[in-house]
């Protein structure tokens, strides 16, 4: 563990092996406990075996401490991140890393350029933790602003298809607000948990009216002030469900609106003021029927009424 003299071997051009005094010392090698306290002149040399490594790393002495060779400045301890100030002259390079041990947050230097160095994040801030087990596609979101907690939002997007997702094996029966894409009639759609059904997300609107009275058991009006029916409507051009309606009226009588599909009622909303609304229909309808609006046979006489039906889409 002594120190050699100051002599190393080299080759001259010549290919003739020379000895010749140098101004530095090559210590031995060992532990970091055994290591000289202090080099003598600057680019000393001590070699270390690392036991974590298992490898050997030169030392050298830079005239103040010992430094790994090639190793470059590193922050470990640092408690902020790093700023454009922590640059070359302050002894950071290219390669740099810096932990900023407050956010559990990793950055490596891109540019070292003095006052404005340049430092990349290169972790997530921290391990994401959520809960111990969660449902097959399930949806998740963040619990909080850390960025580090992740809860279930108890809501599942089920893959994409072209029937609504069938429960069974490893598909979980749907509940309120699972969603799923479908690939047949080209809407997103959600499961309604009160109607107990697969409905597009869309909803669309169909209007209805008279400029005047509509008497009691007759339709009204639509397009062009022509006469609805059974077979004069709007034609579905998918399966749907009427979900509400909603209106404005030139009287409050009491009276009845029947939605009917092909003559067939599927839905009532009673109405006994100028206006009102009503969503909580279910009247479900297939595709090409006609649908249409009947003042019912059991109410008044309806004046200057504009309805509109609320209908979603659905496969099945």
């Known amino acids: 563990m002594g120190t050699t003299s100051r002599q190393i071997v080299y080759v001259d051009t010549d290919g003739v092996e020379t000895i010749e005094m140098v101004d530095m010392d090559l210590f031995g090698n060992g532990s970091v406990a055994a290591r000289p306290g202090a080099g ?117 997007m089920y893959p994409e298809g072209a029937v609504d997702p069938v429960p069974g094996g490893a598909v979980p029966a749907p509940s309120a607000g699972d969603l799923y894409f479908n690939t047949a009639i080209k809407h997103w759609m959600y499961y309604d948990g009160t109607r107990t059904k697969w409905l597009s997300i869309d909803s669309n609107a169909f209007q209805v009216g008279n400029n005047g009275n509509t008497p009691v058991g007759t339709y ?63 009247g479900n309808f297939n595709q090409g029927a006609i649908l249409a609006v009947e003042n019912d046979a059991g109410g008044n006489a309806v004046s200057d009424p504009q309805i509109w039906i609320w209908v979603k889409w659905r496969t099945t």
């Open 40 to 156: 003598t002149v600057a680019g000393d040399i001590y070699i270390i075996y690392d036991v974590a490594k298992g490898q050997y790393v030169w030392n050298i002495w830079n005239g103040a401490a010992w430094k790994v060779i090639e190793d470059r400045k590193s922050n470990l301890t640092a408690v902020v991140a790093p700023t454009v100030n922590d640059d070359a002259n302050s002894g950071y390079e290219v390669g740099s890393i810096w932990v900023d041990t407050a956010l559990d947050a990793v950055y490596v230097c891109a540019d070292s350029t003095v006052g404005a160095a340049v430092w990349k994040k290169v972790s997530s801030g921290g391990d994401v933790t959520g809960p111990s087990s969660s449902e097959k596609y399930g949806i998740a979101r963040y619990a909080d602003t850390t960025g580090k907690i992740i809860e279930d939002t108890a809501v599942r």
């Open 220 to 282: 009204f009006r639509g397009i062009a002030g022509n006469i609805l029916s059974a077979t004069a409507g709007y034609t579905a051009h998918y399966n749907g469900t009427v979900v509400g309606l909603s209106w404005s009226r030139g009287d409050a009588d009491a009276a009845t609106f029947n939605v009917r599909a092909s003559g067939v009622t599927i839905a009532s909303a009673a109405s006994a003021a100028t206006s009102g609304y009503n969503t909580a229909l279910n």
